[in-house]
């Protein structure tokens, strides 16, 4: 048991260093070009490809395959509402209808792209939220997101390769 927790707390230094590393490159190249690239939607896929690389969400077509189908799902619910141009629900501290609306169609239509192309990646919903809400809207702040998740995911596919630098199956609930 001794010997256990101190695996746990060797392999979380681990994945300390590897998530600040590549969240500190992520955010400084895109500092350096101007924009932000450290979303919400890049914590969760750094946890995923960093801390569990052998799971199927965390492979690389599914990495893929689920933000670029949640961004384009995002994108045509905000078409379908009209909401291209509507102020984002963080500039206005409140979702409309149409905006609840194109969010759960936004979800709901990853969920089902992800099921049928066979490509789980749960943190592609909250792609998906960030454009339909509007907070990743067309133009800068999008291009920004899809830029730091294309980094992440290409420094993760890297890292994670470290030995030791993630759970072992069976050793997430600590057994």
């Known amino acids: 048991m001794r010997s256990s927790r101190a695996a746990m707390w060797v392999v979380g230094a681990r994945l300390l260093v590897l998530a600040a590393v590549t969240l500190t490159v992520v955010g400084l190249v895109g500092h350096a070009v101007g924009g932000v690239w450290l979303t919400t939607t890049?914590?969760?896929?750094?946890y995923l490809l960093l801390a569990h690389p052998e799971d199927e969400a965390s492979r690389l077509r599914s990495s893929l395959l689920g933000h670029a189908s949640a961004t384009g799902c995002g994108?045509?619910?905000l078409a379908v509402f009209g909401l291209w141009d509507h102020p984002s629900v963080a500039e206005v501290h409140r979702d409309s209808l149409p905006q609840i609306a194109a969010q759960a169609l936004a979800v709901g239509l990853t969920l089902l792209l992800?099921?049928?192309l066979h490509a789980h990646h749960p943190p592609a919903?909250?792609?998906a939220l960030l454009i339909s809400s509007g907070i990743a809207r067309p133009g800068?702040?999008?291009?920004?997101?899809l830029a730091g998740l294309a980094l992440l995911i290409a420094l993760?596919?890297?890292?994670?390769r470290i030995p030791g630098a993630h759970f072992e199956r069976g050793?997430?609930?600590g057994g």
């Not at 993760?156 to 994670?160: I, M, N, Q, R």
């Open 42 to 46: 890049v914590g969760p896929t750094a």
């Open 75 to 77: 994108l045509a619910a």
């Open 114 to 116: 992800l099921t049928v």
């Open 125 to 127: 919903a909250a792609t």
């Open 140 to 145: 800068p702040p999008l291009y920004g997101m």
């Open 156 to 160: 993760a596919a890297v890292l994670a």
């Open 171 to 173: 050793s997430r609930n």
